[in-house]
């Protein structure tokens, strides 16, 4: 019988909402039709996905396939219930949700999270920016079916469900998971059915569900996708075997450009990124101490992040003088290059070893570091298969610890902002269907 469900008013989206619950390897299904769905014939499912077909139909219609869908599939197995909402706020969100809350028992409180960071989608002050431009300011304002004309979330609730709305603006969020939690409980002892809540990461988002599930408030999530996956995975036993592989980057280049993109990075992941220290990794002394720490980081509550990775510099004060290095160990710049360079591929190595089918797939960035990994992998060469984006490739390793494993390699001063971003886009994408044992 399914433990999470999910309504929302769009075929391709309540879709994209389930994958993410399919990485964690819950079995999803979507029914079209709520009179295909028969509980007996469905008892192995895990999440039931209903499309009502309903954002651009009468506010009234809307309120009615969804009080249908509610009596039809939810029951006591029922964990978690998730208004599936655009992440544009087209439709009839707050109609939908009332709904929901209808047919919920007494004291259901729904968390408004309307954020997809991966796709650019965050809420600040209560304004859904869209890749940094205020909705109303997006295409989506043109929408000939479902035009926006506002960017804040609060008054669009409050107007579609005729009561008033809680907020917990950033400043909250930023404090963690208790300040969050104490936030929502404050506003829920006032009567609040509906509490939107800010957040700019899947950081932030992961903080909202921990919180919510301390309070111990009987919850109905309402966003685009991830914060249900978060919820989901506070509230529901996931199966012994995961979905959705990680991806392991291992990051050479010191460029500006290579931090932006890290930066980029680490706003839209769920991410482990640890920083090595280049002095010790080039120290013969302090080389294995410092190798050992930053897998051990690596390695740590893995399960909580999608992407895993180790860089040699987050900012431009971390930039160290290369020269000045070589000239100090008498030897060159190349060699101290080299050294770098090994010591990275052997934290990959032991990471990808320690970590056995959790990492997937390989992301590198810069000539020196390629070689290395794929010469701690033992690889006899990659087979190349598509490009990622210009001068970015993927391509499968043969032979070695990692063969037939699939990599994406970039040059340090390749693409714009985002491409690093783009490259594990892609990779995840061609994980998205394997699995791995949990530890």
Not at 81 to 106: A, H, Q
Not at 364 to 372: E, L, R, Y
Not at 408 to 430: E, H, P, Q, R, W
């Amino acid at each position: 019988m399914p433990k999470v469900l999910i309504i929302g008013d769009d075929m391709t989206g309540v879709n994209s909402s389930a994958v993410l619950l399919a990485r964690q390897g819950l079995k999803c299904a979507t029914f079209f039709d709520l009179d295909a769905y028969v509980p007996q014939n469905n008892k192995d499912l895990d999440v039931v996905i209903i499309s009502t077909d309903s954002r651009s139909i009468e506010p009234e219609i809307a309120y009615q396939r969804v009080n249908r869908a509610m009596k039809v599939v939810n029951d006591d197995t029922v964990k978690l219930i998730n208004k599936r909402m655009d992440s544009t706020l087209r439709g009839n969100i707050g109609i939908e949700l009332k709904g929901i809350l209808d047919n919920s028992p007494p004291g259901t409180l729904a968390l408004v999270v309307p954020v997809f960071p991966a796709s650019g989608r965050v809420c600040i002050g209560g304004y859904l920016m869209v890749n940094q431009v205020p909705l109303e300011r997006t295409i989506v304002a043109k929408d000939p079916k479902n035009p926006i004309k506002t960017s804040k979330v609060v008054p669009l609730f409050a107007e579609q469900m005729q009561e008033p709305i809680g907020f917990i603006e950033l400043r909250q969020v930023l404090q963690g998971e208790e300040k969050i939690a104490n936030a929502i409980s404050e506003q829920y002892a006032t009567g609040c059915r509906v509490i939107v809540v800010d957040a700019t990461t899947d950081d932030d988002v992961l903080e909202i569900a921990k919180a919510a599930k301390k309070t111990n408030i009987p919850i109905v999530s309402v966003d685009p996708g991830p914060f249900t996956s978060a919820m989901a995975m506070q509230l529901i036993d996931g199966p012994n075997a995961g979905m959705g592989q990680k991806v392991m980057l291992t990051v050479g280049s010191v460029s500006d450009l290579t931090r932006r993109q890290m930066e980029d990075l680490r706003l839209k992941y769920s991410h482990n990124i640890v920083n090595v220290s280049v002095l010790q990794l080039i120290d013969p002394l302090q080389r294995n101490a410092e190798i050992d720490r930053v897998v051990n980081a690596l390695t740590n509550e893995v399960e909580k992040y999608e992407v895993l990775g180790v860089t040699t510099s987050s900012w431009e004060r971390d930039v160290l003088n290369l020269g000045k290095l070589a000239l100090d160990a008498g030897t060159t710049e190349d060699e101290i290059s080299q050294r770098i360079a090994k010591g990275l591929a052997v934290i990959t190595i032991k990471v990808i070893t320690k970590l056995g089918q959790y990492v997937g797939g390989l992301f590198t960035s810069g000539g020196d570091v390629t070689v290395a990994v794929c010469s701690e992998l033992k690889a006899t060469c990659i087979e190349i298969k598509d490009e990622v984006l210009p001068l970015a490739v993927y391509g499968r390793i043969q032979q070695g610890i990692f063969h037939n494993r699939p990599i994406v390699t970039k040059g340090g001063l390749i693409g714009d902002d985002k491409a690093i971003s783009k490259c594990v886009d892609y990779m995840l994408i061609k994980l998205s269907n394997e699995s791995y044992t949990k530890i």
